[in-house]
């Protein structure tokens, strides 16, 4: 059974080869990125304010812990950045 194993369909496999893509593939993808458009800053504005409000969401819902510390200031940090961003970008 060993013998017809596939390592690149093994989920999460970090040593699975890479699927090729061709050079007309990689052209048809270079231009939909350069024709998708850059978000309006109003855009950017309420996607930060949803992206904060969700991880505000997850720390409360997360228990602190020794093992988590790291990565729980790191998130809160990053929560009090965005929200000090969004209430200078705020017309008053």
């Not at 350069?34 to 969700?54: G, H, I, K, R, Y």
């Not at 997850?58 to 228990?63: E, I, M, Q, T, Y």
């Amino acid at each position: 059974m060993g013998v017809f194993r596939r390592p690149e369909l093994e989920k999460d496999n970090p040593v699975a080869p890479q699927m090729y893509v061709g050079p007309r593939r990689r052209l048809a993808l270079a231009r939909a990125a350069s024709m998708s458009q850059v978000p309006a800053s109003e855009d950017v504005t309420e996607m930060l304010q949803n992206l904060t409000a969700a991880a505000e969401r997850f720390v409360a819902g997360v228990p602190a812990s020794k093992q988590r510390h790291k990565e729980r200031t790191a998130l809160l940090k990053a929560i009090t950045q965005a929200q000090r961003l969004l209430s200078d970008e705020l017309p008053r």
